[in-house]
């Protein structure tokens, strides 16, 4: 069965500083993978997609992910911090032949500090 | 900018009572999924709908909670009675091809 591993619940960074959270999933093929962010009080906002192709994708508010069959990871970075960056971070991967289910990560709450 | 609606967006309500909350996906998606979220259950999928027909419904608990997509551009999730473990913000998403677009949520208070 596909699962979703968020291994860093928690994530403290300075404004400004780089930031890379972790993602981990488990699933037989090359999967869909996506990676939300849910600000308080907010729904969740689709961040960026990987279906095929290029293994780097690029999202809004200036993130990136990149694709790593050989580990089964699908990392967010982005390389300078803001503090609206503060957020709830959910990596998630599509589940075949169900109707476009995600199977959900945790989560990883990002605080930044001034 | 087309968007997922939700209605209410906040709900008080006493224990037994019946709850109901709508949305409104975006025009020409297929998809139409509930969540709840809980601090201590995280983000749980309730049931989903491919072209208004339900897809999976395990997520519910089966004697309280019912969902249904009376046409396109309405879907609605129940709780009757409702009970304080009921206590969450509910999402509605709609979506094409796994991508999903939430809704900003409904937050229920049984008391």
């Known amino acids: 069965a596909q699962s979703v591993t968020q291994p860093d619940i928690h994530i403290t960074v300075s404004e400004g500083a780089s930031l890379e959270l972790r993602c981990n999933y488990s699933?037989?093929?090359?999967?869909?993978l996506f990676w939300y962010v849910q600000s308080p009080g907010q729904g969740l906002q689709l961040l960026l997609k990987?279906?095929?192709?290029?293994?780097l994708v690029q999202g809004i508010k200036g993130f990136e992910a990149e694709f790593k069959r050989s580990q089964s990871s699908f990392n967010l970075r982005k390389p300078s911090v803001h503090w609206s960056d503060a957020a709830e971070y959910f990596c998630?991967?599509?589940?075949?032949?169900?109707?476009?289910?995600?199977?959900f990560g945790q989560g990883t709450e990002l605080s930044v500090k001034p | 900018d087309a968007r997922v609606t939700q209605t209410p967006r906040h709900k008080v309500t006493e224990m037994g009572q019946e709850v109901t909350m709508r949305c409104q996906p975006i025009?020409?998606?297929?998809?139409v999924f509930w969540y709840r979220q809980t601090m201590m259950q995280g983000l749980e999928l309730l049931a989903y709908?491919?072209?208004?027909?339900?897809?999976?419904d395990s997520g519910m608990p089966k004697d309280r909670f019912s969902a249904e997509m009376p046409d396109a551009t309405l879907a609605t999730l129940k709780i009757q009675p409702s009970e304080p473990r009921d206590s969450a913000v509910y999402f509605c998403?709609?979506?094409?091809?796994?991508?999903?677009?939430f809704g900003p949520g409904t937050r229920l208070t049984v008391t």
């Open positions: 998403a709609s979506g094409r091809d796994y991508e999903q677009y």
């Open positions: 699933y037989g093929a090359t999967p869909y």
């Open positions: 990987y279906f095929s192709g290029d293994t």
């Open positions: 998630a991967v599509g589940v075949p032949n169900q109707g476009g289910k995600l199977i």
């Open positions: 025009l020409g998606h297929n998809t």
């Open positions: 709908f491919r072209n208004r027909a339900p897809l999976d």
